[in-house]
């Protein structure tokens, strides 16, 4: 493991490892050692990520994208934010944003942990070789089919009491992907047509992450506001499968937003009001 000059706006420092399990075991490891808040550790290869949902990974191949671990360290249970895990879905949204403006109106956040870029309305072609884009672009606001909308990124926090780990792995620069992740997953490269290094995306996210752990603003907003602008499929109808901690069913209704908690607020036909879930999974590919 060794430690890469670069400027943590959570104040912590920043670790390399080539090649690890999970960042997260790493995260941990590093914590029970007393690393201080805002420690990260980032990978140029994991071969065990962990996903929300039991038998998912998150695999890379080495420098394709940026893996890393943040360590966040509150006082109590109490004093967590709410939705942190929301919270960082926003904050990678928009540091993608920031290092590649022509995302902006494209980067979605799918509930609760999934950071998408909707796709062009009309013919985006990638050049493998040389990371060019042609072809019109369409932004989600102008009316971007949201089922042509690819997974970019996912999110994983978890605490042991004592400190939250905050896991993400997004896609940098992979031009292609196996069959049957073509329709799902994309890249920035794939995205935007440019490359972008590691380092600034990282510095980018912290920067964010920093402003949103806690606060309750950002670019002017609530982070609500900010995140429903970005909320995957809301104002449509959707299926969602609610989880244990709910009913267990599959709900169909409007989604209308995002609960104070990060609850997900749907609208069910022939109800008056929203009803908040706190656990499930939106059902996009069938």
Same mark, same amino acid.
């Given at each position: 493991? &060794?430690?890469?000059?670069?400027?943590? /706006?959570?104040?912590?420092?920043?670790?390399?490892?080539?090649?690890?399990?999970?960042?997260?075991?790493?995260?941990?490891?590093?914590?029970?050692?007393? /690393?201080?808040?805002?420690?990260?550790?980032?990978?140029?290869?994991?071969?065990?990520?962990?996903?929300?949902?039991?038998?998912?990974?998150?695999? *890379?191949?080495?420098?394709?994208?940026?893996?890393?671990?943040?360590?966040?360290?509150?006082?109590?249970?109490?004093?967590?934010?709410?939705?942190?895990?929301?919270?960082?879905?926003?904050?990678?949204?928009? /540091?993608?944003?920031?290092?590649?403006?022509?995302?902006?109106?494209?980067?979605?956040?799918?509930?609760?942990?999934?950071?998408?870029?909707?796709?062009?309305?009309?013919?985006?072609?990638?050049?493998?070789?040389?990371?060019?884009? &042609?072809?019109?672009?369409?932004? *989600?606001?102008?009316?971007?089919?949201?089922?042509?909308?690819? +997974?970019?990124?996912?999110?994983?926090?978890?605490?042991?009491?004592?400190?939250?780990?905050?896991?993400?792995?997004?896609?940098?620069?992979?031009?292609?992907?196996?069959?049957?992740?073509?329709? +799902?997953?994309?890249?920035?490269?794939?995205?935007?047509?440019?490359?972008?290094?590691?380092?600034?995306?990282?510095?980018?996210?912290?920067?964010?992450?920093?402003?949103?752990?806690?606060?309750?603003?950002?670019?002017?907003?609530?982070?609500?506001?900010?995140?429903?602008?970005?909320?995957?499929?809301?104002?449509?109808?959707?299926?969602?499968?609610?989880? /244990?901690?709910?009913?267990?069913?599959?709900?169909?209704?409007?989604?209308?937003?995002?609960?104070?908690?990060?609850?997900?607020?749907?609208?069910?036909?022939?109800?008056?009001?929203?009803?908040?879930?706190?656990?499930?999974?939106? +059902?996009?590919?069938?």
């Amino acid at each position: 493991m &060794t430690t890469i000059p670069l400027e943590n /706006a959570l104040g912590g420092p920043v670790y390399l490892v080539e090649r690890t399990g999970s960042t997260m075991d790493e995260g941990r490891a590093l914590a029970a050692a007393g /690393a201080a808040d805002g420690t990260v550790v980032v990978a140029d290869v994991q071969i065990a990520g962990r996903g929300r949902i039991a038998g998912r990974t998150w695999t *890379a191949e080495a420098g394709m994208g940026l893996l890393c671990t943040t360590i966040l360290r509150y006082p109590s249970i109490a004093a967590l934010p709410r939705a942190l895990t929301l919270r960082v879905g926003l904050a990678v949204a928009l /540091a993608l944003e920031d290092v590649a403006p022509s995302l902006r109106g494209r980067v979605l956040v799918k509930w609760p942990n999934d950071i998408l870029v909707a796709g062009a309305a009309t013919g985006m072609v990638t050049g493998a070789a040389t990371g060019t884009v &042609t072809g019109t672009v369409t932004s *989600a606001a102008e009316g971007t089919a949201p089922s042509r909308a690819r +997974k970019i990124c996912g999110v994983l926090c978890e605490g042991d009491g004592k400190a939250v780990f905050v896991g993400v792995g997004i896609n940098l620069s992979q031009a292609s992907f196996p069959v049957e992740l073509e329709a +799902k997953a994309t890249s920035l490269v794939r995205e935007a047509g440019t490359s972008v290094a590691r380092e600034d995306l990282l510095r980018a996210f912290l920067v964010r992450l920093a402003a949103l752990r806690d606060d309750r603003s950002a670019a002017g907003a609530s982070w609500r506001q900010s995140l429903e602008s970005r909320l995957f499929r809301r104002g449509e109808m959707v299926r969602f499968e609610a989880g /244990a901690a709910d009913s267990g069913d599959l709900v169909e209704g409007v989604l209308a937003g995002i609960g104070e908690g990060g609850e997900l607020m749907l609208l069910v036909e022939g109800e008056t009001a929203p009803r908040a879930f706190v656990a499930g999974e939106l +059902k996009v590919y069938g």
